[in-house]
């Protein structure tokens, strides 16, 4: 049994798709040599269409079906960053400041993110400079972070 509905190569490198019936329950950053996979389903292929066209334009809005898990917490933080538009930026704090808690919280919920790209996470940045990404503050992922920024015309802090 496959685990991924669909493994694509993207401007970021390969990007693993599960979905949960028709909608996107993750995204996951795979290595490099990970054999790209055909989406499996219509709602799979739909996914892809929308990335893609958000790789060809930052400002594209996504209107998939998305399933993440998570607490009441995350969730609420993850609807939080659904709002930030393309090409702006906050930090942990101001968001924080937004859902009456603290930058802390914040950062775990962005870190356990299960829907990169589609949940904008990458729009939350430390006061100090571009903060943390998928959990790493350092290699690949800010690499990952900083391409993201940088595609909504964000200079890279």
């Known amino acids: 049994m496959n685990v991924y509905q669909a493994i694509i190569a993207t401007p970021l490198g390969r990007i693993g798709i599960r979905m949960t019936g028709e909608a996107v329950s993750a995204l996951d950053y795979l290595p ?3 054999p790209e996979q055909p989406p499996t389903d219509t709602p799979t292929q739909t996914v892809i269409e929308q990335l893609e066209a958000y790789f060809r334009d930052p400002n594209y809005v996504f209107t998939v079906p998305l ?3 998570g607490t009441a ?4 933080a993850w609807n939080a960053l ?3 538009p393309a090409g702006t930026v906050l930090t942990y704090g101001e968001l924080a400041r937004q859902l009456d808690t603290a930058a802390r919280a914040i950062g775990g919920a962005c870190r356990s993110n299960p829907l990169p790209i589609l949940i904008p996470c990458h729009r939350v940045v430390s006061r100090q ?3 943390g990404y998928a959990g790493e503050v350092t290699g690949d992922p800010l690499a990952i972070k900083r391409w993201l920024l940088r595609h909504e015309g964000i200079e890279v802090l």
């Open 67 to 69: 399933a993440p898990g």
């Open 129 to 131: 400079g571009l903060g």
């Open 82 to 84: 659904q709002t930030i």
């Open 32 to 34: 490099a040599d990970a």
């Open 73 to 76: 917490f995350q969730q609420r």
